[in-house]
Structure formats: C-alpha cells, structure tokens
C-alpha cells in the first residue's frame, strides 16, 4: 500500500456528498490524483512529510539531545553506532541536531515566506485591481526595495532589532514582498479585464468581494508556485544568516548553523557540513516538487498534464 | 406610453395592453457617455433617450461600435474611466445618476441585471456555477447565511457551499429554471465543462438570482450557434412571461429584434435613430438607415444577386461630423442633415425618427430631396427641440417609396 492510498483511505471517509471533513473534495480529490498519478509529485510529498513530520516530533523522535555533549568527538558517521550521522566537535549527536534544526529552519522558511506573500500579495491585488494612483504609489514603493540586496536588508533588520526566531522571519520575508506584490499585480492587471470581473460587478458585489472572491482564486497557481520557489530560497537564506553568524542564536542548531560549525573542519570531518547541507538541498527539492503538485491541485480544468 | 403585443404567435401575456399612466420602469433621456482619450473625447453614447416598460422586451440595435453596449454600462454605472450625464436616468423614479456607488451596487443584481455577450468569458473559470450563483442569491436574497468576507473566503477557499444551505439550493432551483437538466449535478460543475449555451443559461441564472426587474442582456447570443440562440432567447422570453420582467435586449441582429422584442431603438454611432414598435419599425421603417439595414437581411423570397449592404464604415468617434452621423453614407443625405438632430414623430404612437427627411418643410418624391423652405426648416427644427421631440404626429409629406 503506498502512501497516496494512505492518504486516500484516511481522507475518504466522507459523509456529505461533495465534502469530505468540510473540506472542498474536489481540491483533495485533485490533490491525491496528482500525487497518484505523479512520481515527482510522489516525491515531493514524501520529503515534505518526511522532514516536517521529524521537525514537528523531534522532542520525541531525536535519540539524544542536541546541546548535550556526550560522545566522542568527530565520530564519522556509522548507520549502525550510536550516532547515525556522527557527531560534531563538540561531541554533540548530529542526527538529533539536524532534527531540531529542521524545527527552526523549516519553520524560518516557511513563516518568512508566509509574511512575504501576505504583504505582498495584498500590495499586488490592490495596486493592480485598483490602478492609478494606488497602483504608482504601492508599486513604486515596492520598487524601492528593488534597489537593496535581500542581504543587506536582512543583515540591516538583524541588527537593528536584534536575533532571534520572529526577527530573523520577518529579515528574510522583507525581501520577499516585492516580488510577490509584483507577481500578483501581474497577474491581477489581466483578470481585471476578463468579462467576469465585470460580471461580478454587475450583480452588485463590493471591490473587495471582488478582489478576494473572484480575482483572487485565478492568481493562486502562479502564486502557489513562487510560494514553494521561496520556501526553498528561505531556508537557504536562514543558512546563510546562521552561516553568517546573524541567525536566530549562535549556539540553536539550524541547518545553516551546523554547515557553518563545520566549515572549519571540512578536512578532517566532511559529514559536519555535507550532510546539513544534503538535507537542505533535498528539502529545497521536495518543496519544490510539493509545489508543483498543488498548483495542479488547483488548475480545475486538470490540462497539464504533469 | 405603448406597448404593442410582439408580432409573433408567441403570446405575450405579462405585456400591459391597457392604457394605465404609470411611469415606465427604465426612463433614459439625453444619455451621453464620453470617454477621455489621448486622442480627444470620444462620445461614445451622444444623446439617447429611450423608456423601458414593465414586462417588456426593449431591442436596440446597431453595429459593432455604435454605442449600444456603452448604454447598457452607463445604466448600471459601469462605463469605466467615462462620463455620464443625462437629462434623465431613472429607475422607478429613482434618478440612477445622483446614486452613489453604494446605492448603485444596491441596483445591480437586485433590480437590474446583465448578461454578457460571451458566456466563456463571464464565468469565473475556478469556480463551479453553483457556487457563482449561490454567492449571488447570498448577496441579494435573505438566505441568513453569513456575508462576512471571512465566511466567503471560507466557503470559497476551504469547505465550498453546503449543499444543505439555502443559497446553494436556490442556485440549483435556478438552474433547473433556465433550463438545465440535472441541476443538482451540473451545480458542481466548473463552467469548462459545460457548453456554450448551457453557459449562458448559467449567466442567465445568474442573472436571475437577485430578482431583478430588468434584465439587460448584452448580445446573449453572439458567440452562441443559431440553434442554441433560439433557444437562449425562448428561455428569455419564458423568463419574461413567468416572472415579468423586463429585458433590454441589445444586439446587431434585426433578425432577432422582430422575433424577440416588443419595442426597438435603433443606434447609429451613439445616437439614435429611430425607435418604434417592432411591427411599425419592420412595415413602416422611416430612417433611411432603418432601411438599409432591413435591406441587408437576407429573405427567403430573394431575387437579389447581392444583398444591399450599406456602403462605408461607422464615423470615427473622435471626429463625428456635426448633425446627423448617418449622413455620410446616406443615400437620402441632403443640405439639411447638417442641422442638429431632432425627433420627428410618426402616426404611430411611440415612432419617433431622428432624420431631417421628416421635416415638414422637405419635399421628397422618393428621388429627389428638396429644402422647400429654408427658414422654415430651420424654424421647425428649433421648435422639435424646444418641444422635446414630443410634438408633430403628423405624418410628413414623404412621397413614393424610399429605396
């Protein structure tokens, strides 16, 4: 039995016609073709379960905790020792660090691109449906931002206000919001004039029914798309602000923290930095891939044929 | 006010034959509607006057660019980035321009509502019909469900419609009104997977979902093949018959204006031309541009090797010539078609023709068209100005047949 089966059985037990636990079938049901029928997509939803379940339950599931420093230093990695994945220089378990790490770094991701698209996705609709003014206005704001790299910004946020979780989520998601507004009002400026739109008006509904009812849903799939495409550069960006030494506290594991510990013993210890790094890389991929199967969840007409 | 039974055997019951003075449902006078362009002002609609009665279906015709879907915009306050003035624009007495965007949306849907002439476009393609028409019903009926935008994002984005609710199963008794067979189940169905005309009985359902007492319907069946267009403008007219509406049919098909409509304007490059009920207008048509167009429609008695086109375009809005628009292609065109438009009323009541060939002063011997008098043309243009066009039954001295 494959885990799309899986997941079938455990969402078919549906009662209402058209709904299975209130939530709209057809988007499920489209879900779990895509994943069935689809080896990438199979894929993709493996690892983001795979790493988001071992993030979510690391308490319970890492062997060892992650400070502690119990074992022998630069053990190399044994899959059948104490230490799976080695241990550092500091005689930490590694698996149990990259668990707990995945916690801050899948999670850095993915609220750092969740502020990012909220606020630019809004800046987008708005300045697209609205045009004019409003459409100068948020825009060439937006554009600004344009002119700084993300790192600067970042690295400028940090230290301002200072490290930690909430800091460092809102650093990296910053530099997101130009290009989500920019995306969305791309997308909006071409819905706005299909002739449903101005059917929507003609049955009397309000700008903002309007943006959030009936534009709104034709953006989703580009905007699914660059939302997975982010996910993956976040937690890159988290990396390299832990590399950097401007992550979320020197001494919490995160991805990015672990392949910078290790840089200074790439010669001796290879596993210290390669293997947080395969992790991220095999993340990155898998969200990806997630992505992909969720825009086609979403393309009703199901043409692409993926 | 007239309303005379549509000439067709189909029976008009709802149409009011009795001679009551109330006001008509729709009173348009003077509509202009100009957009400002790079290239100057372009009047789009440059003086319409028309009235819509109770339960009657209103034609107006005209080709592609002649202002007739700009009409229907201005009405509901949708003509985008133009200006609308009026002597008159009222809704049962109720002046549509001194409403603001608020009370117009209160218009929209509920009294008045629009059907748009490509129903593969006016559909929202993520979403299934019955879920389009339910958010309608939720937002003109009282269903008491709940209107908050996070309640329609829920249902839009996370649980869709219940089944169960009230405004879903208005959306599918509809449905089942307009025709559509299997209602429950094309319900949830997204609008790719319905056809043409089928997509069009779903705009009209959705038209129908806030009551309205007036339907505009925007060319219905333009993008629809001939077969289905009978039937999308039978379906109309049984929606007229059982719940008395009313429906301002636009379209650039004569053809369908003298199966379907009780009355008819016809447009000519933003202005009107004539307007009569339909059996006067196809028996007695006075403009000459009237004439060309019914001279263009094919008939199944042809002789004619060719049909009589029209020779020439629509004038280009940004440099209309003064007076009559039509003139330039007018076979009948004389020195007076200068002159600023005025209505000249026939015997008929309710036939009014926009063309200075029914000035009292003109001789016309079907041939020839002569000023006979010029001051007095002039004069008796001022007064159908002054009277707003209401005077002069009187037929004019229009001799022989114009062809």
């Known amino acids: 039995m494959s885990v799309s089966d899986l997941v079938e059985s455990a969402f078919s037990g549906s009662s209402e016609s058209g709904k299975t636990f209130g939530i709209r079938s057809d988007l499920l049901e489209r879900f779990i073709k895509t994943i069935r029928r689809d080896l990438r997509a199979k894929i993709g939803f493996l690892v983001v379960a795979l790493f988001g379940l071992s993030a979510i339950f690391a308490p319970m599931l890492a062997p060892y905790d992650p400070m502690s420093q119990q074992f022998p230093i630069l053990m ?3 899959p059948l020792s104490a230490n799976p994945l080695g241990t550092d220089s500091f005689g930490r378990d590694l698996l149990s660090r990259l668990m707990y790490g995945a916690r801050i770094s899948l999670a850095v991701g993915l609220g750092a691109v969740t502020f990012g698209a909220v606020l630019g996705i809004l800046i987008g609709l708005f300045a697209g449906y609205y045009g004019g003014y409003i459409d100068d206005l948020l825009m060439r704001a937006v554009d600004v931002m344009w002119a700084f790299p993300w790192l600067l910004i970042a690295i400028m946020l940090v230290a301002i206000f200072g490290q930690g979780f909430w800091n460092v989520m809102v650093a990296i998601g910053f530099a997101y919001i130009d290009d989500f507004a920019r995306l969305a009002r791309g997308e909006v400026l071409a819905i706005r004039e299909e002739e449903y739109t101005m059917a929507a008006k003609s049955v009397g509904l309000e700008d903002y029914e309007i943006i959030f009812e009936e534009v709104f849903p034709n953006t989703v799939a580009p905007l699914i798309v660059q939302f997975t495409i982010f996910t993956a550069r976040a937690i890159l960006a988290e990396s390299t602000l832990s590399f950097l030494g401007l992550g979320v506290k020197p001494t919490t594991p995160t991805w990015g923290a672990l392949l910078g510990q290790g840089r200074g013993f790439i010669t001796q210890a290879w596993w210290i930095s390669i293997i947080p790094g395969i992790a991220i890389m095999v993340t990155v991929l898998g969200i990806n891939l997630f992505g992909d199967a969720l825009r086609d969840a979403f393309d009703v007409k199901e043409t692409g044929q993926t | 006010m007239s309303s005379q039974p549509r000439p067709t055997q189909r029976a008009g019951p709802s149409v009011s034959t009795t001679v009551t003075e109330e006001p008509p449902l729709l009173a348009v006078d003077n509509l202009h509607t100009t957009f400002t362009t790079e290239r100057g002002d372009v009047p789009a609609v440059d003086g319409v006057s028309f009235a819509i009665n109770e339960g009657e279906v209103f034609g107006i015709v005209g080709e592609s660019g002649s202002g007739k879907s700009v009409t229907a915009l201005s009405l509901l ?37 629009m059907i748009f002439q490509d129903p593969m476009s006016s559909l929202n393609p993520v979403m299934t019909v019955g879920e389009q028409i339910a958010e309608v019903v939720r937002h003109h009926g009282d269903v008491g469900e709940s209107q908050s935008l996070f309640a329609e994002l829920r249902r839009k984005y996370v649980t869709g419609t219940s089944e169960s609710s009230a405004s879903w199963q208005r959306a599918v008794e509809l449905l089942d009104t307009v025709g559509i067979p299997d209602p429950a189940d094309r319900a949830n169905e997204y609008p790719h997977q319905l056809s043409g005309g089928m997509k069009q009985r779903v705009m009209i359902a959705q038209a129908l979902a806030g009551d309205p007492d007036l339907i505009i319907a925007d060319e219905p069946t333009t993008a ?36 379907t409509c009780d009355r008819v304007a016809v447009m000519y490059a933003g202005e009107m031309m004539e307007t009569a009920d339909t059996r006067t207008l196809f028996e007695d048509p006075r403009h000459p541009y009237t004439r060309g167009l019914i001279d263009s429609i094919p008939r199944t008695d042809d002789d004619r090797e060719w049909l009589d086109a029209i020779e020439g375009n629509v004038p280009d809005p940004t440099a209309k010539p003064q007076g009559c628009p039509f003139r330039t292609r007018c076979d009948a065109a004389f020195s007076l078609c200068e002159e600023p438009l005025v209505a000249y009323s026939a015997e008929e009541p309710g036939h009014r023709t926009w063309c200075h060939l029914y000035n009292d002063a003109v001789a016309n011997d079907g041939d020839e068209v002569q000023r006979v008098d010029d001051a007095e043309a002039k004069q008796l243009i001022q007064e159908h100005e002054a009277s707003d066009d209401l005077v002069t039954p009187q037929r004019p001295n229009f001799g022989g047949e114009y062809r």
């Open chain 2, 224 to 259: 629809l093949d001939v077969t289905i267009e009978a039937q999308i403008l039978n379906e109309l007219l049984d929606l007229r018959d059982e719940f008395g509406v009313s429906i301002m049919l636009i379209t650039h098909d004569l053809a369908v204006v003298r199966e």
């Open chain 2, 77 to 113: 306050g949708l003509a985008d980035g133009a200006t609308v003035t009026a002597d008159r624009l009222c809704f049962r007495d109720e002046d549509l321009l001194a409403k603001d965007e608020a009370a117009l949306r209160e218009i929209r849907g509920n009294d008045i509502s």
């Open chain 1, 76 to 78: 190399p990695p044994d």
